[in-house]
């Protein structure tokens, strides 16, 4: 045993190791009491579910520090001797972490502060794409748009790239493709299209949209790409406005005449 940790426990209250104890376990209660709360009035207010979630994140942090901070203070007669004591114990402590586990601590307070993506917002990060649902010291949770939890250790957002495409917004601009023959009605495509993007359910009209058309080479033939871009109402509606703008779309095409790129021959 190092000999500051031998110093370390001579300065343990044995009368406050059971405060000490349920000073962590209530510190751990009430910060997943206050995520399970955050979910909920979430929930009951999804305009300013983004806003609750990110204040939820930085409550957590706080009571979390200063629920250790007050464990470690009931535990211990603080004063000289044991401060050299817990500063050689962290240098030994540091000294055998991994430097992966160190880069994700540091990091975790990086992003707490500098706020490069938040609790809620739709992320792409090394071919991974979905909604962050947890910031914590030492990794970011993520759950993807098949429901599928990705935990990210937070050293790696220090020397890669991530994009957020809503950046703290409740709402988020989505991109659907459809592709069509170069021997079709442009024009009559590019209309249908607009009226399915414009009176879709899920869409904020409030917000800039707009069908952009380009012509793609897809597997050696030509093809007429109409891209809708328009905003949703939440970030969470993105998988169902896409299914809806190409299901009702796909519908006006087939009852407008207009066909879908041709390879060899059309079939359609």
Do not use: C
């Amino acid at each position: 045993m190092p000999e500051e940790t031998t110093q370390l426990l001579q300065f343990i209250k044995p009368e406050g190791a059971p405060y000490s104890v349920l000073i962590v376990v209530v510190t751990m209660l009430v910060t997943r009491w206050l995520a399970r709360r955050a979910l909920s009035l979430g929930e009951r207010f999804p305009d300013r579910r983004l806003l609750i979630q990110q204040t939820a994140s930085f409550l957590r942090f706080g009571i979390l520090v200063g629920g250790i901070a007050t464990a470690i203070l009931t535990l211990f007669e603080i004063n000289e001797q044991v401060l050299f004591a817990v500063g050689g114990t962290m240098a030994v402590a540091i000294g055998f972490a991994s430097k992966d586990l160190a880069a994700s601590l540091l990091a975790g307070v990086m992003i707490l502060f500098d706020r490069p993506f938040q609790v809620g917002d739709r992320v792409s990060f090394e071919g991974y794409y979905g909604e962050i649902t947890h910031l914590g010291l030492r990794s970011v949770r993520m759950m993807t748009l098949d429901d599928t939890q990705i935990t990210i250790p937070n050293g790696k957002f220090l020397t890669e790239s991530v994009a957020s495409a809503n950046a703290g917004a409740i709402d988020m601009m989505i991109q659907v493709d459809l592709f069509i023959g170069v021997d079709q009605d442009i024009a009559e495509a590019r209309r249908l299209l607009s009226e399915v993007t414009t009176t879709s359910r899920f869409v904020n009209l409030n917000r800039p949209w707009a069908v952009v058309i380009s012509e793609e080479i897809e597997d050696s033939y030509f093809a007429i790409r109409l891209r809708a871009k328009a905003y949703v109402q939440d970030a969470r509606l993105e998988k169902a406005f896409g299914g809806d703008i190409t299901e009702r779309a796909l519908i006006a095409f087939r009852e407008g005449g207009i066909g879908p790129p041709a390879v060899l021959h059309r079939n359609v």
